[in-house]
């Protein structure tokens, strides 16, 4: 049930999608006469998207994220394993066309596979189902092995979970699914930006594993003000912060993650 609660609030929420049903309340409300109802909610629409389209909001709401957990200088001689998230591959492409297409956070997989070279006896965890709600597409841990593999991983050393759909189910399932043992070195895999929320579940879940960011959305130098990148990535860096800050916010107050920003240490 949370599961589907989150997504269909999530196609409320999300920017671009709250802007159009401003737009058509708006719409309506003028047809009505309803005046003052259709300024404000035009004016709201007007305001969604220009802070999410011209406004360096998005990178900054994903800054603060993909700052929170740099990437060690140094890591043990040691790895048992690493464990990737997914959401880094094209499920409905894949499907169809039996690949492996990248998306955005395709440097998830890029990252695993440079890794899985340097520590060539570490095991590979390819935590991820499908995360839709109606589209139909390959979990990320079924395509996979089709990827890992054809970038010189041997398929002996992989691990699959393809029956998460969010970040709560990665962290819990792969927890089962490996039972680490104390003493057990991990990496954890994911979008700086994602990995906050991720280390709290892990965490929360009995799975300490060391955070690898990879798939940076910022510089980090963007400060505050408009047109400091191109419409579409504003929107897409706005759309990824707001949902990002939102889940924090969601699994701390339901008791998911023990702190609302969990930070190193």
Do not use: C
């Amino acid at each position: 049930m949370f599961f589907v609660i989150s997504k269909i609030f999530w196609f409320f929420a999300q920017p671009a999608n709250l802007a159009v049903l401003l737009i058509l309340t708006s719409l309506a409300a003028t047809v009505l006469a309803w005046r003052r109802l259709a300024f404000w909610t035009g004016s709201g629409a007007a305001l969604v998207l220009a802070l999410s389209v011209w406004s360096s909001l998005g990178a900054n709401l994903l800054g603060l994220l993909e700052d929170r957990f740099p990437r060690p200088d140094a890591l043990p001689e040691r790895i048992d394993g690493i464990v990737v998230l997914g959401g880094g591959l094209e499920g409905g492409i894949n499907k169809v066309r039996g690949g492996y297409e990248l998306n955005s956070s395709g440097d998830r997989f890029v990252e695993t596979a440079i890794l899985a070279r340097r520590y060539p006896n570490a095991k590979i965890l390819v935590s991820g189902g499908s995360g839709e709600l109606q589209l139909d597409g390959e979990a990320d841990a079924d395509t996979a092995p089709r990827l890992l593999t054809a970038l010189g991983v041997a398929p002996e050393r992989l691990i699959l979970e393809n029956r998460s759909r969010n970040t709560d189910e990665n962290a819990r399932f792969s927890q089962r699914l490996v039972e680490p043992q104390p003493g057990d070195t991990w990496l954890l895999v994911t979008s700086a930006f994602h990995m906050p929320r991720s280390v709290g579940l892990f965490r929360k879940a009995g799975f300490p594993a060391i955070p690898w960011p990879v798939d940076y959305r910022t510089s980090g130098e963007e400060g505050a003000g408009f047109f400091v990148d191109n419409a579409m990535d504003s929107l897409q860096n706005t759309t990824l912060g707001i949902r990002e800050w939102i889940g924090l916010f969601v699994y701390w107050i339901t008791g998911r993650i023990d702190q609302l920003l969990p930070g190193p240490g």
